[in-house]
C-alpha cells in the first residue's frame, strides 16, 4: 500500500485504510479471492491480509459463499453500495438520460469516478438489443490513453491533478509532463467541442472507441466522467465527433438542468 501525505496525519487510520485497500482489490472478473492473490494486488502481508480478511468477512463485508478458501464481496458491502447510490442524487437522475443515450447511440455509457491513479466504472448503460463493449462495473481504467481518463484529468482541479498523476505512480508511463499536455489538449476539447476523446493511435485498448464529458455534482468533491464506447468499426472517430460526442453533451446538460446547474465549464477553470 502506498504512502501518502496523509498517511503521515496522525489521524489517518493505516488500519482502516488497509482493509479498504482488501475491498478494492476486487474485480468483477474475479471468481473469487485467496489471501494470497490479495496480497499481492495489494502489496499487504499475507499475515495482515489474513486478519482483515477474517475481520471484514465477520462483519459481512466479504464472504465465503461457494469456496471456502476464496473470498467475495458480501451483503454487507451490496448494502453501503446501495446506501451511497441512494444518497447521491444525480446516479438515480442520470440513468434514465444515460439509457437513452445508449439506446440512441448503440454504444455502451458510463459512469466512472477517481480511484486514486486510475478511472474507475462505477455504472454501465447497455443499449437494448445490441451487442456492447466488454467493460464492467469496477473495470479500472487508466488516466493515460482513454477518453475518460483525459476527461478526468482535464475537470480536476490543480490539487486533485497533482494527486492523480502521483497516485498514477507512472502507470503506462504516465509523467507530469504528459499528464499535463493531455489534460491541456482534453480541456481545449472540452471548450471548442464540449467532449473529450482520446487519440484512439495512443488508446489503451485498440479494439475501444470513447468519448467523455465531465460532470460535477454539488454531492461530491471531484468531478465524474460519463463516456460512451464501441468497438472501433461501430465508432468511428468521425462518428464520435459528429453523432455520438454531441448526444452524449445533451445528456449531461440535460442533467445539470436536472440538478439546476450550470455547465461545467462556467464553474470550472484550470
Known sequence: MKMTDESQDRRFATTLARGLSVLRAFRPSDDGLGNAEISERTGLPKSTVSRLTFTLQSLGYLTHARRHDRYRPGPALLALGNVASASISFVELSGPIMQRVADETGTLALLSVRDRGRVLITKTWRPQEVSSIWLEVGHRLPFKGSSSGHAMLAALSEE?????????????????????EARRVAYTQ??????????????????????????????????????????P??????????????????????????????????????
Open 190 to 231: 472540452l471548450v471548442t467541442e464540449g467532449f473529450v476523446i482520446a487519440d484512439p493511435a495512443s488508446y489503451f485498448a485498440s479494439n475501444i472507441h470513447a468519448v467523455s464529458v465531465p460532470f460535477q455534482s454539488r454531492d461530491l468533491s471531484e468531478p465524474v466522467i460519463f463516456t460512451c464506447g464501441a468497438m
Open 160 to 180: 486533485g491533478f497533482c494527486e492523480a498523476v502521483a497516485d498514477a505512480q507512472g502507470h503506462r508511463g504516465l509523467d507530469d509532463e504528459n499528464a499535463r
Open 233 to 270: 468499426k461501430d465508432l468511428s472517430m468521425e462518428r464520435m465527433q459528429t453523432e455520438v460526442g454531441p448526444r452524449l453533451q445533451a445528456g449531461v446538460r440535460e442533467l445539470e438542468r436536472i440538478m439546476g446547474q450550470g455547465p461545467f465549464l462556467s464553474r470550472h477553470d484550470i
